[in-house]
């Protein structure tokens, strides 16, 4: 199958995005074929490289090599090696980490979690779906892993006409396990965890809280989830760490994280966060975390999002003390750092407080971002000192 584009449409894909919407294509040579795999050529003709046709979707074309190259199990294998690979050189003691991370590793609609002997995968494009068989294929022999589980159940899915599905792939043994990330304990279970399993994207960013945390520090972890923040402020011994989220089974996860790792200085409570803020009256703590899940996923809705984040923060802000730390994150795709950042400074005069920027977090480095493409980027992260 060959697309050929509208004159002048190729110069996003010549600046390194790897999308094709829709709109962008004059022409379909061999349309009538279900195999998704296409050539992509200007319009005067010019071969600009492979990937997967769906004209199903508004992405109609996603490129995954600049080559004349077979897309079948030895590419898979190459890519997801090389892409592992990278990690390792980073940081080559971990087990703990994002192995592919969809177009950031040329590889769109992947992604790939290792959690040591545990893997899940998740395909969000129609074209990767139909090499599901092969990925699992090369994830079993590069791993040898004791579980793989298919996290396919997220909604964009069903905007490639894919159906949701989750399900356990391979299994030996307990479907629970103990993993560590720099020294803290979690127990993984990705039957039950949201999106793949676990939030790994955040990994760095939490230990980077530690050295804010003093022994007198009082903590605030909203929207903990299964307690990434507020377990790492107890283990650099914070005087007092307070975990919120609405979801009974995370916060019961939680709880046995923190007995897991012997921690009495931390308690968890369940309850919606914007109730928790209304009803909580003091401005006792040092260091509060806001890490909310996304409050858009489409620009038609940026304006209520940033409303919502606006709202959020100036109650976060009213609870901390002089001379306190707050960390927020935007996880939104659609919410700019520069529009976040505006938000903040809203929220801050809400709040009637004074705020300074000493940081600015992106996503952990098994995450990358593929700079000509900003839907890679998604997560941003102020740390603000609160006068």
């Known amino acids: 199958m060959r697309i050929f584009l509208k004159k002048n449409e190729e110069r996003r894909i010549l600046a390194g995005h790897l999308w094709v919407f829709s709109n962008e294509i004059e022409d379909i040579d061999g349309q009538h074929t279900d195999y998704p ?31 004349k190259e077979e897309i079948n199990y030895d590419f898979f294998k190459e890519k997801i090696i090389n892409a592992n690979n990278r990690r390792l050189k980073i940081y080559p003691i971990n087990n703990v ?3 592919v991370n969809s177009e950031s590793d040329f590889l769109p609609g992947l992604v790939i979690d290792r959690f040591d002997d545990f893997i899940s995968f998740q395909i969000s494009s129609a074209g990767m779906e139909l090499f599901k068989e092969e990925i699992i294929k090369v994830i079993d022999e590069i791993f040898s892993p004791r579980f793989i589980i298919e996290k396919n159940n997220i909604q964009s899915r069903e905007l490639e006409g894919l159906e949701l599905i989750e399900r356990t792939v391979k299994t030996s043994g307990e479907l629970e396990k103990i993993i560590q990330i720099d020294g803290v304990k979690f127990i993984i279970n990705l039957e039950e965890g949201q999106k793949t399993g676990f ?10 809280l530690r050295d804010y945390i003093r022994d007198d520090s009082e903590v605030l972890d909203l929207f903990c989830y299964e307690g990434g923040f507020a ?15 609405v979801s009974e089974k995370a916060i019961k996860r939680a709880i046995r994280n923190s007995e897991l790792n012997e921690f009495n200085n931390i308690e968890f409570i369940k309850d919606d966060v914007f109730d928790f803020l209304n009803n909580y009256k003091d401005k006792s703590f040092d260091i509060v975390i806001l890490d909310p899940p996304s409050f858009t996923k489409s620009k038609k809705n940026i ?5 919502g984040y606006i709202e959020l923060n100036s109650k976060a802000l009213k609870l901390l003390k002089k001379n306190s730390f707050l960390f927020t994150f935007s996880c939104s795709h659609h919410i700019t750092e520069d529009k976040f950042l505006i938000a903040i400074g809203k929220s801050a005069i809400k709040a009637g407080r004074e705020v300074k920027l000493i940081d600015c977090s992106k996503c ?24």
């Open 199 to 208: 939030y790994l994207d955040q990994n760095m960013n939490r230990k980077k």
């Open 364 to 387: 952990s480095y098994d995450h990358p971002i593929l700079p000509q493409m900003p839907e890679t980027s998604y997560l941003k992260g102020f740390t603000l000192f609160v006068v």
């Open 37 to 67: 795999v296409a050539d992509l050529y200007t319009h005067g003709k010019t071969f600009l490289g492979r990937g997967f046709y769906n004209k199903k979707s508004l992405i109609a074309f996603r490129l995954i090599t600049y080559k």
């Open 303 to 307: 304006k209520s999002a940033l409303n």
């Open 97 to 99: 980490y994002r192995v």
């Open 231 to 245: 377990l790492n402020a107890a283990y650099k011994n914070a005087k007092k760490v307070i975990g919120v989220d």
